[in-house]
């Protein structure tokens, strides 16, 4: 594999919080008091398929030429922008423009030493980008690989059970028409795959293609000519790229709900599959005498049968007998499941008959990626005939009759919990109160911070709830009080419950900075007097603070300086124009002497082309620049200024 140079490794907060915080900057003497979110970096691994082929659409008539994705990439504006890639490159990695989110997404480029039509794809290279993922986990925020289409719902699928304890995003995609044609899919999905992995954390293997993003086992290639080829048939797309984003996050998979463990644990990879398994269709043309053939196989460990209906064999004493002789004689493992696309799970559908499995509810992909998992965990057959069925990576739904809910009751959570425990099978209790913790409370707690219900988050800490745990955003329920101006809730978190108080969400924000957009001078103090900092991206912070200067917002410029952060001197933009020079290109002298008096501003240093606030008020007075409406009283005003500041 070519990795084109060690990329450093990204500094972690916690195992599932990737932010990556600079520690606060001792500038000049002064502490500045902010924390600045770097842009996630991503590795994009080219495995295999058309995207980056010369040649014909055909895959199989592609040539793919080395180094060729990088340079394509480099030139589409949208996925790449060079000049700031230039003046900000980070070990060849490449950078997207700003997105609608105000952040950038850093990516390297890594391909693989033989760049294959994916139908040649086997076991060993799946088993290989597992091994890169693991290799390169703590250096990337988040994993995309393109894939070529023909093997991407086998790719996708098998990693969901190769990445153990995955806590970060892992998008594959592709593309039925290369990068080289001017009309293409790979750009959009490749696009949409950048977006979703470099500002959402969704902790899955996921497949990115026609606008959507499918959990990667639930996935069926049901079209061969279509860019929309690839469906889940029984579950909603996680996510749907339109107008806006929108993620349904109720459906992203709960690490903890399907393989609880108490302490969050770095990724691991699964032991290797057992891959003799084989899938026979069932039709009224197989014979009792070709199973039987099948399943005196050398070395075979499972069958996997693609049954009528619900997962139904035929019924025929013969072919129960050679099914009853393999099993209990020859130790292989049967599998009944359904050749039917789609197929919803019924309530008490029995999972095990006559030490068969039958599971309809899982796609032939899931079904042999599942048993080759557990097969190469050592399990016994007994402990396979129980594990098979549950939901371990939410390739198929786990069937639970919930009681009705009560949302009246006074003490609510004590009604989740016996919700939970008469729901929850065999469950621990101790556990449903960590599913609480991690999967419950946050969401339920940022709701009710919103809506100010301030009683009811009492409610949740008498009942053990942690008010310091984020939601899938990031953001915690002092957040969501402090965006929403809650003063007794946020009083409350931070008096009572002493709750963190610059918890970072995903995008980098802290509450205070929720506190500063709102313009509550009070609270904003209150923040500074429990010890908040604001903390935003770098960048977004240089445009609100470059936009104050331009437009002659002082009240901003104010609660900015006073809600800690001193050194506005480090705030330039691209060009190097700090806020002394939008200050004078709208002449506006109030700011000017705020900058001179309060904040002690350095007005000697220099944009790109060389020049100091001081020069440009010159150059606009001598009308180098032409403005409309020159206010000469200003413009002198900041010129006796900033030449009184020179002479000083």
Same mark, same amino acid.
């Given at each position: 594999?070519?990795?084109?140079?060690?990329?450093?490794?990204?500094?972690?907060?916690?195992?599932?919080?990737?932010?990556?915080?600079?520690?606060?900057?001792?500038? %000049? %003497?002064?502490?500045?008091?902010?924390?600045?979110?770097?842009?996630?970096?991503?590795?994009?691994?080219?495995?295999?398929?058309?995207?980056?082929?010369?040649?014909?659409?055909?895959?199989?008539?592609?040539?793919?030429?080395?180094?060729?994705?990088?340079?394509?990439?480099?030139?589409?504006?949208?996925?790449?922008?060079?000049?700031?890639?230039?003046?900000?490159?980070?070990?060849?990695?490449?950078?997207?423009?700003?997105?609608?989110?105000?952040?950038?997404?850093?990516?390297?480029?890594?391909?693989?030493?033989?760049?294959?039509?994916?139908?040649?794809?086997?076991?060993?290279?799946?088993?290989?980008?597992?091994?890169?993922?693991?290799?390169?986990?703590?250096?990337?925020?988040?994993?995309?690989?393109?894939?070529?289409?023909?093997?991407?719902?086998?790719?996708?699928?098998?990693?969901?059970?190769?990445?153990?304890?995955?806590?970060?995003?892992?998008?594959?995609?592709?593309?039925?028409?290369?990068?080289?044609?001017?009309?293409?899919?790979?750009?959009?999905?490749?696009?949409?795959?950048?977006?979703?992995?470099?500002?959402?954390?969704?902790?899955?293997?996921?497949?990115?293609?026609?606008?959507?993003?499918?959990?990667?086992?639930?996935?069926?290639?049901?079209?061969?000519?279509?860019?929309?080829?690839?469906?889940?048939?029984?579950?909603?797309?996680?996510?749907?790229?339109?107008?806006?984003?929108?993620?349904?996050?109720?459906?992203?998979?709960?690490?903890?709900?399907?393989?609880?463990?108490?302490?969050?644990?770095?990724?691991?990879?699964?032991?290797?599959?057992?891959?003799?398994?084989?899938?026979?269709?069932?039709?009224?043309?197989?014979?009792?005498?070709?199973?039987?053939?099948?399943?005196?196989?050398?070395?075979?460990?499972?069958?996997?049968?693609?049954?009528?209906?619900?997962?139904?064999?035929?019924?025929?004493?013969?072919?129960?007998?050679?099914?009853?002789?393999?099993?209990?004689?020859?130790?292989?493992?049967?599998?009944?499941?359904?050749?039917?696309?789609?197929?919803?799970?019924?309530?008490?559908?029995?999972?095990?008959?006559?030490?068969?499995?039958?599971?309809?509810?899982?796609?032939?992909?899931?079904?042999?990626?599942?048993?080759?998992?557990?097969?190469?965990?050592?399990?016994?057959?007994?402990?396979?005939?129980?594990?098979?069925?549950?939901?371990?990576?939410?390739?198929?739904?786990?069937?639970?009759?919930?009681?009705?809910?009560?949302?009246?009751?006074?003490?609510?959570?004590?009604?989740?919990?016996?919700?939970?425990?008469?729901?929850?099978?065999?469950?621990?209790?101790?556990?449903?109160?960590?599913?609480?913790?991690?999967?419950?409370?946050?969401?339920?707690?940022?709701?009710?911070?919103?809506?100010?219900?301030?009683?009811?988050?009492?409610?949740?800490?008498?009942?053990?709830?942690?008010?310091?745990?984020?939601?899938?955003? %990031?953001?915690?329920?002092?957040?969501?009080?402090?965006?929403?101006?809650?003063?007794?809730?946020?009083?409350?978190?931070?008096?009572?419950?002493?709750?963190?108080?610059?918890?970072?969400?995903?995008? %980098?924000?802290?509450?205070?900075?929720?506190?500063?957009?709102?313009?509550?001078?009070?609270?904003?103090?209150?923040?500074?007097?429990?010890?908040?900092?604001?903390?935003?991206?770098?960048?977004?912070?240089?445009?609100?603070?470059?936009?104050?200067?331009?437009?002659?917002?002082?009240?901003?410029?104010?609660?900015?300086?006073?809600?800690?952060?001193?050194?506005?001197?480090?705030?330039?933009?691209?060009?190097?124009?700090?806020?002394?020079?939008?200050?004078?290109?709208?002449?506006?002298?109030?700011?000017?002497?705020?900058?001179?008096?309060?904040?002690?501003?350095?007005?000697?240093?220099?944009?790109?082309?060389?020049?100091?606030?001081?020069?440009?008020?010159?150059?606009?007075?001598?009308?180098?620049?032409?403005?409309?409406?020159?206010?000469?009283?200003?413009?002198?005003?900041?010129?006796?200024?900033?030449?009184?500041?020179?002479?000083?």
């Amino acid at each position: 594999m070519s990795s084109g140079g060690e990329t450093p490794k990204l500094k972690s907060q916690g195992s599932r919080h990737d932010t990556t915080n600079s520690s606060l900057a001792n500038i %000049g %003497g002064a502490q500045q008091n902010l924390q600045v979110l770097n842009d996630r970096k991503v590795l994009m691994i080219y495995a295999s398929g058309a995207t980056a082929a010369e040649g014909e659409v055909s895959e199989s008539h592609m040539t793919v030429l080395k180094g060729r994705l990088e340079q394509r990439l480099k030139n589409i504006s949208f996925l790449c922008d060079l000049e700031y890639t230039q003046y900000h490159n980070q070990e060849g990695c490449l950078t997207t423009p700003i997105s609608e989110f105000g952040r950038r997404t850093v990516y390297k480029v890594m391909e693989l030493e033989q760049i294959t039509n994916s139908r040649q794809t086997s076991y060993v290279d799946i088993r290989h980008i597992a091994e890169i993922i693991k290799e390169n986990y703590e250096k990337y925020s988040a994993f995309v690989i393109l894939s070529g289409i023909a093997t991407i719902t086998y790719l996708g699928t098998n990693l969901s059970f190769m990445l153990e304890n995955l806590q970060k995003t892992v998008v594959i995609t592709g593309s039925l028409i290369p990068l080289s044609f001017m009309r293409n899919d790979a750009f959009q999905n490749i696009l949409d795959s950048l977006i979703l992995a470099g500002h959402f954390l969704i902790p899955e293997v996921v497949i990115v293609m026609d606008h959507k993003a499918y959990r990667a086992n639930r996935c069926r290639q049901l079209k061969c000519d279509s860019l929309d080829c690839i469906e889940s048939p029984n579950f909603p797309p996680l996510v749907e790229f339109g107008i806006n984003i929108e993620i349904k996050w109720q459906l992203v998979l709960r690490r903890g709900e399907q393989m609880f463990t108490n302490d969050e644990s770095t990724l691991e990879l699964a032991p290797p599959f057992v891959t003799d398994i084989i899938i026979i269709k069932i039709t009224p043309y197989t014979s009792v005498e070709h199973i039987r053939h099948i399943l005196n196989t050398p070395k075979l460990r499972c069958c996997i049968l693609e049954c009528y209906h619900f997962g139904e064999m035929p019924h025929n004493q013969e072919l129960y007998n050679v099914l009853l002789y393999a099993q209990q004689q020859l130790g292989i493992i049967l599998i009944q499941i359904s050749q039917c696309t789609k197929g919803q799970p019924i309530i008490n559908f029995k999972k095990v008959v006559n030490g068969i499995i039958v599971q309809y509810d899982i796609t032939p992909e899931s079904a042999q990626a599942k048993i080759a998992y557990l097969l190469g965990k050592g399990y016994s057959q007994q402990e396979i005939l129980r594990k098979f069925p549950q939901n371990l990576q939410g390739e198929t739904e786990s069937v639970r009759q919930f009681e009705k809910f009560e949302g009246q009751k006074q003490h609510f959570i004590q009604t989740i919990l016996e919700t939970l425990q008469k729901t929850s099978g065999d469950e621990q209790i101790s556990q449903n109160m960590d599913i609480m913790n991690k999967y419950i409370i946050p969401n339920l707690g940022c709701f009710l911070a919103t809506t100010g219900q301030l009683e009811l988050i009492k409610d949740l800490r008498r009942n053990e709830g942690n008010l310091n745990i984020p939601d899938f955003d %990031g953001r915690t329920v002092l957040h969501l009080a402090a965006a929403n101006k809650q003063i007794e809730i946020i009083k409350y978190l931070i008096e009572e419950v002493h709750a963190e108080i610059n918890p970072i969400d995903y995008l %980098g924000y802290s509450p205070m900075y929720e506190v500063l957009i709102s313009r509550d001078k009070e609270l904003l103090l209150f923040f500074q007097q429990n010890g908040g900092i604001i903390s935003a991206p770098h960048h977004v912070m240089v445009d609100l603070i470059l936009s104050s200067g331009l437009n002659g917002d002082l009240q901003m410029l104010e609660l900015i300086f006073h809600g800690g952060i001193k050194n506005l001197n480090e705030f330039v933009n691209v060009d190097n124009r700090n806020i002394a020079h939008m200050a004078v290109m709208s002449m506006n002298s109030k700011i000017i002497k705020f900058l001179r008096f309060k904040a002690k501003f350095d007005f000697s240093e220099r944009d790109r082309w060389g020049s100091t606030p001081y020069e440009n008020a010159i150059e606009i007075k001598s009308k180098k620049i032409k403005l409309q409406m020159l206010n000469e009283v200003s413009i002198n005003e900041i010129i006796e200024m900033l030449a009184t500041i020179g002479n000083e």
